[in-house]
DNA sequence: GGAGACGGCGCC
DNA sequence: AAAGGGCGCCGTCTCC
């Protein structure tokens, strides 16, 4: 490898050039945020053998002007772009690619890691030490062997490519020209979430002293499931094995296992979203600003991180700490059934699909109808709970067992096995085509080794996994209805782009976008949003009916809108 | 004393 | 034997 301390050539459009970023002082939680940390170099490589090097952030612009031209290639570009655009504009670049992504595309559910050093070892056989990167967190100045790292991450990313490249099928090119990239960019234009600090903080104090008075009644520590599965033990309690909650709920009878239940929630509330998560996220503005990671799970789903915004308490009193600022609405806009509709689509099942196109009953009381041949059942029957576990999870691998577990966690319904086995097999009777979809999915997965999307999404199944055909029909629907949120984020930021407005987004969780406008342009954003779901979903799905429901008001706990359209009615 | 596994649990 | 899937984060515990 050779290093140059020099502004690099001018690239033509047919070179390939890798980029990475190094920074300095990155807090650990932080390293997405770019008021953080600065700047310690930036190093090119369009040869797989030199790396032109800068310390110097007033070369990066220079740098940048200098390799315009040519293909862009990062390991993780959200973080690169994202400090990039502190020192020069990047704006969307077509011919830009992300190897730490690309490689989730073609090998998601195959392996676990992702990082530079595994590509490393998977494509080049070359071992490669880590070790260089932590000192940047806490170094000023770069030593040789930094400046070597940082020079051979640039020079790795390009080689890793060149291999990366060739086992490239045309679906995978599509995913990323088409869904990840164009959502990565979206990502990057995601705003902070504003937050009513004092709020969030008031709670986190509450649930920490309840939950410290239980932790005072008791003599063992409630954070050890090992001392309190001692503890049931000692009682009396002798045959559980585990002390997670749905076991401890057929025990609730005894004070103290309601205790712990109760100690668990409390202290979930005061721990993961406590005080350390408003002191190290909650921002001098009042904002939250999570990462978002466009393909981190197998099935092609986005995570988020740093805080993950996507598992925040569904809880009014926690929804209502992320609030508009003034003169702002908060908008939440998510599918209706988005799973289901992508299961009928897969499916072709006619009983279905015209479950989910009768506009006067939700789907769950429409499938429920049609599970019991009851036409008159309305959406307050508790047979619809029924209908609902159903089409919720039978695509997930839902048995009779799963189903009985599934009523009674979350609607407190105890069902007979032998009802629940009547009841799956009721449903398959009259879903037929869903059955023989779920069936032919499985030979699929059990012959190749993977399924994949409708739209060429791949996942690899794990053998090793007893329920590894389970995946076999999630992941098409659960990918699927991935796909279809980053189709309707790309289309809805192109088309604010178009109508020369801001990017609103604030938050994305899987079927829902929410966003921060100003009222004057609510019903502008709602519209341009809601054709962007409605529109990208079924032209991915042609022939299934998509609807979104929306939501505005002052907070993220705002009220249903269609309430409102009912009392004008 | 830091890393990683694990149990547990928040969300879709 | 087997109790659908996908994540990220917390605290404990073990290991090095």
């Known amino acids: 490898m050779q290093i140059y301390k020099t502004i690099p050539p001018s690239l033509t459009k047919e070179e390939v050039c890798a980029i990475d970023t190094e920074l300095y002082g990155l807090p650990r939680h932080q390293l997405h945020r770019p008021n953080q940390g600065h700047f310690a170099s930036m190093q090119v490589c369009f040869d797989g053998k030199s790396v032109y090097v800068t310390q110097n952030e007033t070369d990066v612009p220079k740098f940048m002007k200098a ?18 655009r502190r020192w020069c504009s990047y704006p969307d670049k077509k011919d830009m690619f992300d190897t730490l992504i690309l490689e989730r595309i073609l090998w998601g559910g195959y392996f676990d890691s992702f990082g530079l050093k595994d590509l490393a070892r998977r494509y ?24 070597t790292y940082a020079a051979t991450d640039a020079l790795l990313t390009w080689q890793i490519f060149q291999k990366q490249k060739t086992f490239m099928r045309p679906e995978d090119l599509h995913i990323w020209n088409n869904l990840d990239k164009p959502a990565l960019y ?29 932790q005072a009644s008791l003599s063992f520590n409630l954070n050890s499931p ?31 296992v309601s205790n712990i239940l109760l100690y668990r929630t409390l202290n979930k509330r005061a721990s993961t979203y406590g005080l350390d998560f408003a002191e190290r996220y909650i921002e001098a503005n009042n904002k939250v600003y999570s990462d978002y990671d466009v393909t981190m799970a ?41 799973e289901p509709r992508i299961t009928a689509y897969e499916s072709g099942d006619s ?43 039978l695509t997930y691998g839902l048995t009779a067992t799963g189903l009985r577990r599934k009523l009674y966690e979350e ?58 055909l389970n995946n076999a029909c999630n992941s098409p629907i659960q990918g699927g209805a991935a796909d279809v949120t980053k189709l309707a984020l790309a289309r809805f930021r192109s088309d604010c782009q178009k109508a020369n407005l801001e990017f609103p987004v604030i938050a994305v969780v899987h079927d829902e976008f929410v966003l921060h406008v100003p009222k004057e ?18 032209k991915l799905y042609t022939g299934v009916p998509f609807e979104v429901e929306i939501k505005h008001g002052r907070s993220w706990a705002c009220k249903v809108e269609e309430e409102e359209t009912l009392t004008q009615l």
């Open 124 to 147: 080049l056989d070359i071992l490669v030490s880590k070790a260089e990167r932590e000192e940047f967190a806490t170094q000023e100045t770069m030593t040789p062997e930094m400046l």
């Open 67 to 84: 390799i315009s031209k040519a293909t862009h290639l990062f390991h993780n570009a959200s973080f690169d772009i994202r400090h990039l």
């Open 351 to 393: 009983t279905l699909l015209e479950a989910l196109q009768n506009k006067k009953v939700d789907v769950h009381t429409a499938v429920t109808r049609d599970i019991y041949d009851d036409q008159t059942i309305k959406k307050s029957d508790p047979r619809r709970h029924f209908g609902k576990a159903m089409n919720l999870g």
């Open 521 to 538: 342009l609510l019903e502008t954003y709602t519209k341009i949003a809601e054709t962007a779901m409605v529109e990208e979903a079924e």
């Open 411 to 468: 609607d407190g319904i105890e069902m007979p096995y032998e009802q629940a086995e009547e009841l799956v097999s009721k449903y398959f009777r009259k879903f037929s085509k869903v059955k023989y979809w779920i069936d032919q999915i499985r030979k699929f997965g059990e012959r190749n080794g993977y399924v994949q999307t409708h739209s060429g999404r791949r996942t690899w199944l794990n053998r090793y996994n007893y329920h590894w």
């Open 226 to 256: 090992k001392q309190v599965l001692e503890a049931l033990h000692k009682m009396g309690i002798k045959k559980i094995e585990s002390t997670e909650a749905k076991t401890l709920a057929q025990f609730s009878q005894y004070p103290l």
């Open 186 to 214: 979206a990502i990057l234009d995601f705003k902070g979430m504003p937050m009513d600090k004092e709020k969030w903080i008031k709670l986190a104090q509450d649930n920490k002293q309840k939950a410290e008075e239980i």
């Open 298 to 338: 197998s099935t092609g789903r986005m995570s988020s991180s740093d805080p993950n915004s996507q598992n925040l308490p569904s809880e009014k009193s926690y929804r209502e700490c992320f609030i508009a600022e003034s003169g702002h609405e908060i908008v939440v806009l998510d599918y209706s059934a988005q």
